[in-house]
């Protein structure tokens, strides 16, 4: 696993511990031992420092760093306080030659440390402290593993204020509630701490609602008046459970209101639980609640801290997606190698039975059925060779010859075959882009490509239709990147191919790049069409998609990265090599 997967384990278990009752030291140390496992790094620290105040909470993974994070903190100097106060993170590769810490540096290195790497904990405007990283050997750490570290304090940071708001709520609550009103101090003091709350209350990320034990809602936060859309005004004394739990069997469990009850908070406090809440206009939406408990004299009261889980769904289905693309990459890689290694060798037998085929036609003594027999081997050994040629394009077994090509050009070489080849009942438009750039293909494989692109998109409209071909330029981003794993980002050539066919549902749609399916008739095609041209493409470093809606139509994209431009050089007229297409 590296680094990036590391770090999503690491997150993980940083998440579910803040949704348990370990405390906020606990969780600190977990963590600090657990970065050291992921990053090339001897140690780590973390302090957390309260706004105009000396360092709250310090965790470290061993006795050195704890005595770094300590020293720092004596000092009123090192990389700890200056990330914290510029909000940036600090590299120190080598602390013999780094000048900034004149204090610090020259103890530390004296006590065997010889680089730092600290990230701010930070969340939008607020500093919460920050994360070193120490090694007692120096050089530079990776960007891979900077970037992990940042992301981990990043995430780590908007956890803790969440946490640090629920501890600072739950203390406050309680003293209030037991807090004598007998005189105007404690009156004050009451007020002043109604306001800390209300302050922690707004700042908090999860939107907190408090009930008390008849379930009736005493605190209704910013958060929570964004999240499900009603005002402070309206929520404040109505109950709970008819103001955010949809009716019984909306949430497709029927027991939501059961759950977000008195008794059912009871049942929550200490773990996190998914439910489905209502916003004030009848929405439904995802949530994750954890509740807390506060006893007061005569009274109980109840906190919940609900997160929305709609944009978590969202960036689970982009994973299973991106999932299910790599198990088809890797699925056709795996039928590619085993295709190939197969019609290598049945090429070579063939290539022994036309061999004696020919050898008997050209005796002379032959009659007219023996003949017409060795005619026939001849013809079926000739179709099979034809399909092992299909199988060994699709195991990149060919010889390949990668050159800057110009994809409007070949279009224009091929524009004729395929005119003749679709019928008068299909009308064939071309959009070539002016100005297209060079792409890096094999010229005679991108013939093929657009030549089994355009029949089968004929095939596709048995009474008739159009057939587009249009070449563009592409930017593609770190997003498309992210669908796509073998796609580098950047300036690519798309040629896309459409119809206006029958086209394929979503099942029919999602096996169209495997070997040997189809959806033509029996007999009617080897089912190899578009895996040979996804092969070609993706060995040209490119990437297929396929679009298509059922009585609509399919569009198949094609994205070919640019040539560079040492790799361009002037291209004199090249023949017209389109092949016989892969049906």
Not at 52 to 62: D, I, T
Not at 408 to 429: M, P, Q, R
Request: aromatic residues 4%; charged residues 20%.
């Amino acid at each position: 696993m590296g680094v990036d997967g590391q770090l999503l384990t690491v997150l993980g278990e940083f998440a579910r511990m803040l949704g348990t009752d370990f405390e906020v030291q606990q969780i600190l140390d977990h963590l600090t031992q657990r970065i050291v496992d992921v990053l090339p790094i001897t140690a780590a620290g973390v302090t957390l420092i309260a706004p105009g105040a000396r360092p709250r909470y310090v965790a470290a993974s061993n006795g050195s760093a704890l005595r770094f994070e300590q020293l720092q903190t004596e000092l009123d100097e090192g990389p700890c306080r200056l990330a914290h106060r510029s909000g940036k993170a600090v590299s120190v590769p080598d602390l013999r030659e780094e000048g900034r810490f004149p204090r610090f540096g020259p103890q530390a290195v004296a006590e065997g440390l010889l680089a730092v790497f600290t990230f701010p904990l930070r969340h939008g405007t607020e500093q919460l402290g920050a994360l070193d990283l120490y090694r007692t050997t120096a050089g530079p750490l990776d960007a891979e593993a900077m970037t992990a570290a940042q992301t981990l304090a990043d995430v780590a940071a908007a956890y803790l204020l969440n946490a640090w708001a629920r501890v600072e709520l739950e203390e406050m609550a309680e003293r209030a509630r037991k807090s004598a009103l007998h005189d105007d101090e404690a009156v004050d003091a009451l007020r002043a701490s109604e306001a800390r709350k209300a302050s922690i209350l707004d700042s908090a990320l999860d939107a907190v609602i408090m009930t008390d034990q008849l379930g009736k809602v005493v605190e209704f936060s910013s958060a929570a008046q964004r999240t499900f859309g009603f005002t402070q005004a309206e929520a404040l004394g109505r109950d709970l459970g008819d103001l955010i739990v949809p009716p019984n069997g909306q949430d497709g469990s029927g027991e939501g209101r059961a759950r977000i009850s008195v008794a059912g908070l009871s049942k929550l406090i200490g773990q996190r639980t998914e439910v489905t809440a209502m916003r004030a206009d009848g929405s439904l939406f995802p949530a994750e609640v954890s509740v807390s408990a506060v006893d007061a004299p005569g009274a109980r009261f109840f906190t919940g801290f609900f997160r929305e889980l709609t944009e978590k769904t969202a960036a689970d289905g982009e994973r299973r997606a991106l999932e299910e693309r790599l198990h088809q990459t890797e699925r056709l890689e795996s039928l590619g190698q085993l295709a190939g290694g197969v019609a290598h060798d049945f090429n070579n037998l063939l290539t022994v039975i036309l061999g004696y085929a020919s050898m008997i036609l050209e005796t002379g003594d032959l009659d007219g059925s023996a003949r017409a027999n060795a005619e026939e081997i001849i013809s079926a050994s000739a179709r099979a060779a034809r399909l092992t040629q299909q199988l060994l394009t699709f195991a990149h077994r060919e010889p390949i010859r990668h050159e800057p090509v110009d994809l409007n050009a070949i279009i224009a070489d091929v524009h004729s075959l395929l005119t003749c080849s679709i019928g008068e009942h299909v009308k064939l438009v071309v959009n070539p882009a002016p100005g297209l750039p060079l792409v890096l293909a094999d010229r005679g494989q991108t013939e093929q490509v657009l030549v089994n692109l355009v029949l089968n998109a004929r095939d596709a409209m048995p009474d008739g239709g159009t057939v587009t071909i249009t070449t563009e330029v592409a930017e593609l981003g770190d997003a498309f990147a992210r669908q796509h794993p073998k796609v580098t980002p950047g300036t690519h050539v798309q040629l896309s191919v459409s119809d206006t066919g029958t086209g394929m549902s979503l099942a029919e749609a999602a096996h169209a790049l495997d070997p040997f399916y189809t959806t033509k008739p029996k007999g009617a095609g080897s089912g190899l069409g578009l895996s040979i041209v996804y092969g070609i493409v993706t060995d040209a470093g490119g990437v297929l998609e396929v679009r298509s809606e059922v009585g609509i139509g399919t569009m198949i994209r094609s994205y070919f990265p640019v040539a560079d431009a040492s790799q361009v050089a002037p291209l004199g007229p090249r023949p017209n090599r389109a092949r016989a297409p892969a049906r």
